[in-house]
């Protein structure tokens, strides 16, 4: 499972991750992350069988964490294909029976390739 974690800017300097690695016993991949004076944003994965205890986990020690879809392909597509070839993680596939393009939320580690490639902006990341 896929989440961002948002800190504010008094929770930066604690090792909040490491502290809920080490509770929970959970190896938790962090795929993306941005931190500056005014908090932190971080993209990570969670082992499905772990996820419930660590979002838990996060949230008792004040981290605002978002689980909803990050990333959507809108109807301004037109099924070009270009944001296929681009994404690292194979979460945007060519559907040959539906001859459209499909977003796989799950796998999206929000990289925002295809956002910058796609020629009609159809696809939204949430960052």
């Known amino acids: 499972m896929k989440a961002e974690l948002k800190f504010n800017n008094k929770r930066i300097a604690e090792p909040i ?20 004076e005014t908090g932190g944003k971080v993209f990570v994965e969670i082992p499905d069988d772990k996820a419930e205890h660590v979002i838990k986990a996060f949230k008792d020690l004040g981290v605002e964490v978002k689980l909803e879809i990050l990333a959507e392909i809108t109807e301004d597509c037109i099924h070009c294909g270009y944001c296929v070839t681009l994404c ?3 979460a945007i596939i ?24 796609c020629p009609t902006k159809a696809i939204k990341i949430w960052r």
Do not use: F
């Open 17 to 36: 991750i490491s502290t809920v690695v080490l509770k929970e016993q959970a190896t938790i991949n962090i795929l993306k992350a941005h931190v500056d």
């Open 88 to 90: 690292p993680v194979e």
């Open 94 to 117: 060519y559907d040959k029976e539906s001859l459209s393009v499909k977003m796989i939320g799950e796998k999206c580690i929000q990289c925002g390739r295809c956002v910058d490639a």
